[in-house]
């Protein structure tokens, strides 16, 4: 298939952006494909891992923060356990998704990003995950109050969601840690 | 036997009887695990997806915590076990997240707790001669299909739980149980559970495909260690007949579950009724009492 690339002002500064995030060294790539063979949600993707790679090198802009794999992706990891130059691409994804949020490229279908966000909130107030809030808030979010509310009355009554919020974690030592990234992300190190 | 044990979020919430069943095996076993006083979320996937320095951190505190309790720590989420081990992978292997750590905690800690996953002491701290040995309800030649899904085996430089491709170590166990393993190559595919709620049609497919290849080898059940591919084989069922029209009703099962059964725990104590499809169908091969 044909992909264009866009012109950028200053091409490769998206590639330079993942590479800082990452560390991980996208020039070893020599297209083997296997990363693409065994990603399981390749055949959804306009581009499938391999060629996320060679649009990076190419010097692709913001255009490819909108390519559907990085929201279907499942952090499977079977793209880094299986190249040959132990290319992370799993934590590739991961940085154009915080990418896609850092420049506000809005999550074409579904929205990991709010769903990130709801249930990190909640483990910086209780210290631990409390998924009924955390699916609620979602639901309410996305507006898709209705998917799912069939199961939540069997769900409950056997006991395989929690109803009240978790206790007993150190609400403090959670608080510090968020506090102290949120000052981090914005610096270099 | 003595561990630190890490619950995890889940295990009083969607993995309660994972984490009844690991309980009441241990004590059956002789296996002394002390809950971690206090212990935080490790992050999941959405930390990751985040932030990798607050992942790293997040994980650690947990850790820091089982350092101070000088025991291994024992985790039996396979989610929790594989952000503690790569959060102790990227400590050692990055200057970069090992000083971000230490700023986060406000304490210095170098990757080097010992992670372990339950089935891992079963397997090399208890051994199969002596696990043998207590085995006084064997499951009667049970059909299972062993899943291990991502986050045990991947990435295997930082988990090194067993054969990436090819893991055999809950198939080991069930030997000893008295079941009988089908072979299957769909072992070490991905459920979709990281998208159970933000994409659900692809958590659907992946898990019915996961299902699928497992009632095409034979499985009379699927047997897990991960909460987040037991939920998404388990409460999915209902919507992969509505979209795919297929009837499943394969019951899927916490290796710690079944492990219960054959050491003659009640099938109540080990949470059997909070499964969303009916382990009758196993419970009756096993001819274990409801």
């Not at chain 1, 913001?62 to 799993?90: H, K, M, V």
């Not at chain 1, 709801?118 to 631990?128: D, I, K, M, P, T």
């Not at chain 2, 396979?78 to 905690?105: F, G, T």
Request: proline share 5%; aromatic share 6%.
């Amino acid at each position: 298939m044909t992909t264009r690339i866009a012109k950028q002002k200053t091409p490769g500064d998206l590639l330079k952006a993942v590479q800082e995030k990452t560390k991980v060294n996208l020039n070893v790539c020599y297209q083997c494909k296997k990363c693409s063979i065994g990603c399981p949600v390749a055949d959804q993707a306009e581009s499938p891992p391999s060629e996320i790679i060679r649009r990076l090198q190419l010097g692709a802009g913001d255009e490819l923060l909108q390519t559907g794999l990085i929201w279907t992706c499942l952090s499977c990891e079977t793209c880094y356990a299986r190249c040959p130059n132990q290319i992370n691409f799993a934590a590739v994804v991961d940085a154009l998704k915080s990418l896609a949020v850092e420049k506000g490229v809005a999550d074409p279908q579904g929205d990991a990003p709010l769903f990130n966000r709801l249930f990190l909130n909640a483990v910086e107030s209780y210290g631990r995950a409390y998924d009924l809030q955390v699916i609620a808030l979602y639901k309410l979010g996305t507006g898709s109050l209705k998917q799912d509310v069939d199961k939540f009355p069997a769900m409950l009554k056997k006991g395989k969601m929690a109803i009240l919020p978790p206790s007993g974690a150190d609400k403090g030592r959670i608080r510090r840690i968020f506090k102290k990234a949120a000052q981090n992300k914005g610096t270099k190190a | 036997m003595k561990y630190a044990y890490y619950p995890g979020c889940s295990a009083h919430s969607t993995a309660r009887d994972m984490h009844e069943s690991c309980l009441a095996v241990a004590k059956a076993l002789g296996i002394e695990l002390n809950e971690i006083k206090g212990w935080t979320c490790c992050g999941a996937s959405a930390a990751h997806q985040t932030d990798r320095k607050l992942a790293a951190s997040l994980a650690s505190a947990n850790l820091l915590l089982a350092k101070q309790m000088g025991m291994d720590m024992v985790v039996n989420c396979a989610a929790c076990y594989n952000r503690s081990k790569v959060a102790n992978y990227e400590i050692i292997h990055s200057e970069e997240i090992r000083q971000s750590v230490a700023d986060c905690l406000g304490q210095s800690y170098d990757g080097s707790q010992p992670v372990r996953h339950f089935v891992e002491i079963l397997l090399k701290d208890l051994g199969l001669p002596a696990l043998r040995k207590k085995i006084i309800n064997p499951l009667k030649g049970l059909k299972t299909a062993s899943y291990y899904g991502c986050y045990l085996v991947r990435p295997p430089e930082a988990t090194g739980f067993d054969d990436p491709e090819n893991p055999t170590i809950l198939e080991s166990l069930i030997d000893v149980m008295g079941g009988e393993n089908v072979e299957w190559s769909g072992k070490v595919d991905c459920c979709g559970g990281m998208q159970n709620l933000t994409r659900t049609e692809i958590t659907v497919r992946r898990s019915a495909a996961v299902i699928g290849m497992a009632q095409a080898a034979g499985a009379e059940c699927i047997v897990v260690a991960c909460p987040m591919c037991q939920i998404s084989l388990d409460v999915r069922q209902a919507d992969m007949e509505k979209l795919l029209g297929k009837h499943y009703r394969m019951p899927v099962i916490y290796i710690t579950q079944l492990l219960g059964l054959a050491l003659g725990i009640s099938p109540k104590k080990l949470g059997f009724d909070r499964l969303m499809v009916s382990p009758a169908a196993v419970l009756k091969t096993t001819k274990a009492a409801v």
